[in-house]
Nanobody, 120 residues
Framework: QVQLLQSGGGVVQTGGSLRLSCAVSGTAFAIGTTNWYRQGPDNERELVAT???????SYGDSVKGRFAISRDNAKKTIYLQMNSLKPEDTGVYYC??????????????WGQGTQVTVSS
């Protein structure tokens, strides 16, 4: 059984920083591409950042230069460092990972979501 456990959300003032974590638990698996999404008050889910197994990264236009995605393969954890936060960054953030288990095809898993609120 693979699970993604998120942590690190909260309330921060405009201009502040937060770091989100997404820990992948389970046995005998490999983590492929991982994404961070966010869902704002309009309930639209927006792709925020992506990191591949090899470490290549990409970002949504609204967060470029402010957010950084990284991964620690030994800890099986993916991070999202969020700096210079703005009220429009408010939302529920979800990590999504493609995971391959021994003897099974790759599957996509989601974290439970974590609330980020940026006050003006």
């Amino acid at each position: 059984q693979v699970q993604l456990l998120q942590s690190g959300g909260g309330v921060v003032q405009t201009g502040g920083s937060l770091r989100l974590s997404c820990a992948v638990s389970g046995t005998a698996f490999a983590i492929g591409t991982t994404n961070w999404y966010r869902q704002g008050p309009d309930n639209e889910r927006e792709l925020v950042a992506t990191i591949t197994w090899g470490g290549s990264t990409s970002y949504g236009d609204s967060v470029k230069g402010r957010f950084a995605i990284s991964r620690d393969n030994a800890k099986k954890t993916i991070y999202l460092q969020m700096n210079s936060l703005k009220p429009e960054d408010t939302g529920v953030y979800y990590c999504q990972a493609t995971v391959t288990r021994v003897g099974r095809p790759a599957n996509t898993y989601w974290g439970q979501g974590t609330q980020v609120t940026v006050s003006s």
